[in-house]
């Protein structure tokens, strides 16, 4: 009995050992498998969409200048009643006012500034799908007194946006995928699941462009020049996927 007690005690340390090399032979298994499952390339997907401009749109500053606040403000009302009094009279304008401000004027004299009256500004924003219809606001805006347009411009509305800067996107998502899987092709591996994704859109907008309200009378807004067809886009899109 005391023998085999004292080759038990003798075989103890063994058997730690063993369980100790299983055990790191286990975590090694484990880590390197851990580490091939979780493999990733990130890459960037890459479309550039278009769409119809569909809106025409313009601004109608109306700008008065008076001794005093109340002075320019009673101006400033009475255009853009009357303003708004034309407006009513088309079917289907998107109209917003972005603007109404009224502050004190000054010049310099010499060393000092002195007031040279109260300034009232108001903006309205006129949109339409009809470009006829912005004609004829240009004209009629044109006969008001203290109301000059401004910033001219053409883009597409919403629903015309949508639809093309989903499928872009479904592109850039695409176009990613080709690079992951190029990537991972020149390493023996294949693309996994995609495990993370998010995109950016940076559109062609349209340049403001300020206007004669006479040249403006003189020629057709449609065959003005100002407009491009085509609203054009660009969609990137960052993603990580998985490598097998």
Do not use: H
């Not at 007194?145 to 800067?165: G, H, I, Q």
């Amino acid at each position: 009995m005391a023998v085999f007690t004292q080759n038990f005690k003798k075989t103890i340390p063994w058997v730690i050992l063993f369980f100790i090399l299983i055990g790191v032979i286990a975590f090694q298994w484990f880590a390197s498998t851990t580490a091939i499952r979780n493999r990733s390339v990130a890459v960037v997907g890459e479309c550039i969409g278009r769409t119809v401009k569909d809106t025409t749109a313009i601004t109608l500053r109306i700008q008065t200048m008076g001794a005093t606040g109340a002075e320019s403000m009673a101006m400033a009302r009475s255009a853009y009643n009357i303003t708004a009094a034309m407006l009513n009279q088309f079917d289907g304008l998107e109209i917003q006012t972005n603007r109404w401000e009224s502050f004190e004027r000054t010049e310099w004299e010499g060393n000092s500034q002195r007031t040279i009256g109260i300034q009232t500004t108001i903006g309205i924003d006129v949109s339409s799908k009809n470009t006829n219809d912005i004609e004829e606001v240009l004209a009629k805006a044109e006969k008001i007194e203290n109301v000059f347009p401004e910033n001219l411009r053409m883009f597409a509305s919403n629903e015309k946006l949508k639809p093309a800067l989903e499928a872009c996107i479904n592109d850039a998502v695409q176009n990613a995928r080709a690079k992951a899987e190029t990537i991972a092709e020149s390493e023996g591996a294949r693309v996994g699941e995609m495990i993370s994704a998010e995109y950016g859109r940076t559109a062609d907008e349209a340049m403001p462009r300020p206007m004669l309200m006479r040249v403006m009378a003189a020629d057709s807004v449609a065959g003005a020049g100002f407009f491009a067809t085509d609203a054009e886009f660009s969609v990137t899109v960052r993603a990580v996927f998985q490598i097998k």
